[in-house]
């Protein structure tokens, strides 16, 4: 049997797959399919789809490229079950042109991707490969010609391995070297690209990478310097705000995109509903991979908090008493840079009823569902599938923070005359995300919530 490349593969059965997991509550906003299988939505609404440098382009010794922590972890015998690396990965940096075309046949506007910081700056800071930035201008280019829109990740996950080698995130410049690195991609696209993202998933990579060291640099830190590690990420974001802003050739809007570990009330009950609101967004150490010591650092508050109020949350302080003392002032004012928008990544959003004294319970999905079996210890459920429970749990962020967020951008769009992807978030996350901001210092600066990860 002649094999089939995996190009053609997804050509041919990106749209069924789309067709046979979407839920009905999706194709309700006006959502039709022309025969050459694009997908179009009401005007202002970004359909499209999202990687990352270290997990798609391949190549990243080519044309002078640097080494990241990825590079070096994916070395090691054993490190993937069948010994993949990403020397090939899905080879974007050479194919490219053919997944623009993919992109364009799946009937996206929209494509997220991330640079390669090491591509770009071999030693993490100072020398700049001229030939790393030329890729990108080539892949701007081609996405804006084709009328794609892209959003621009800086930094995800494949930090430079000649940082890590000086401490990496616990490094007291290691703020500033992200910020240095971020100034020059938006003095180079910047002029194209108006989408920006600082980081993606801060809790997951620092949890998994540096707090249970499942993934890279693979280390196990104690809590005083996972807070110190955290903080200064959390400055970086900041400081990389400023950054982007200063460098741009234009007006831009920038953000990041954190992982949602969310969950959904399994009624309008307030028990319910304080349950699922306790479960989004406290602050706690809970064993999420069997054999692996609980973690804190996946918590969406501990970063969301400082981001969005200038503050850390009080329980959080209760657990790392060390972020007392770095939360000063000035680094706060930083951390907590007006943002454009909240990006929020969801891969599963469970529903939980108040059980005993309250404490949250997973409840099982009913039949119908999409779903694939995920079992993270604690947090082992059936996660369903679709835009239908990543659109409902963005309505728990959005409420957790302020109904002023979406207030906000409705006002905005109606001066502009633009029409806001944000009224078609289902109200239960909205609401959320919106409350526990709203009583902030720093809440009139609330954003837009927009989805920029997976559906």
Not at 289 to 302: C, E, N, Q, R, Y
Not at 310 to 326: F, M, N, Q, S, V
Not at 404 to 431: D, H, I, M, Y
Request: glycine share 10%; charged share 20%.
């Amino acid at each position: 049997m002649k094999p089939v490349h995996r190009r053609t593969f997804l050509g041919n059965m990106g749209i069924a797959a789309l067709a046979g997991y979407a839920p009905k509550q999706l194709f309700a906003l006006q959502t039709t399919f022309s025969n050459e299988g694009s997908v179009k939505f009401p005007a202002g609404f970004f359909w499209g789809a999202s990687t990352a440098a270290a997990q798609v382009e391949g190549s990243p010794s080519v044309d002078g490229g640097g080494e990241s922590v990825w590079d070096v972890f994916l070395r090691t015998p054993h490190a993937t079950k069948d010994g993949s690396t990403n020397v090939v990965a899905d080879d974007e940096y050479h194919l490219w042109a053919e997944d623009l075309k993919l992109i364009r046949q799946l009937g996206f506007n929209a494509y997220r991707f991330s640079a390669s910081w090491a591509r770009i700056m071999p030693e993490g800071t100072g020398r700049i490969n001229s030939k790393g930035l030329d890729y990108y201008d080539r892949l701007v280019d081609a996405l804006l010609a084709a009328k794609i829109t892209p959003f621009l990740t800086t930094y995800h996950f494949d930090y430079p391995e000649a940082l890590q080698k000086q401490g990496g995130w616990l490094h007291a410049d290691s703020a500033q070297w992200l910020a240095d690195y971020a100034h020059v991609l938006s003095a180079r696209l910047s002029d194209r690209v108006l989408h920006w993202l600082t980081i993606n998933e801060p809790n997951i990579f620092w949890g998994f990478g540096s707090e249970i060291g499942m993934m890279p640099p693979n280390q196990r830190l104690p809590d005083t310097d996972l807070v110190r590690g955290a903080h200064n990420i959390l400055l970086g974001h900041g400081k990389s705000v400023q950054a982007i802003r200063a460098a741009a050739k234009q007006k831009v809007e920038v953000s990041l995109a954190f992982t949602g570990l969310l969950s959904l009330p399994a009624n309008e009950s307030p028990g319910d509903v304080a349950a699922a609101k306790t479960a989004s967004f406290a602050v706690r150490k809970v064993q999420v991979i069997p054999g692996f010591a609980p973690m804190g650092m996946l918590s969406a508050a501990w970063w969301l908090d400082p981001i969005y109020l200038g503050r850390y949350p009080e329980d959080g302080l209760k657990l790392y008493p060390d972020a007392e003392r770095l939360a000063k002032t000035e680094d706060m004012k930083t951390i907590s840079q007006p943002l454009d928008y909240c990006g929020v990544n969801l891969y599963f959003v469970p529903h939980v009823k108040a059980g005993a004294n309250g404490a949250a319970e997973v409840v099982p999905e009913g039949p119908g569902y999409p779903a694939f079996s995920l079992r993270l210890g604690a947090y082992s459920r059936r996660a369903v599938l679709g835009a239908e429970v990543s659109l409902r749990g963005l309505q728990e962020t959005n409420r957790h923070y302020g109904k002023r967020l979406v207030e906000r951008r409705r006002s905005r769009c109606r001066r502009k005359g633009t029409r806001c992807a944000t009224r078609r978030v289902p109200e239960f996350l909205s609401q959320v995300i919106v409350a526990r901001f709203s009583g902030g210092h720093r809440s009139k600066r609330l954003p837009a919530l927009v989805a920029v990860g997976q559906l």
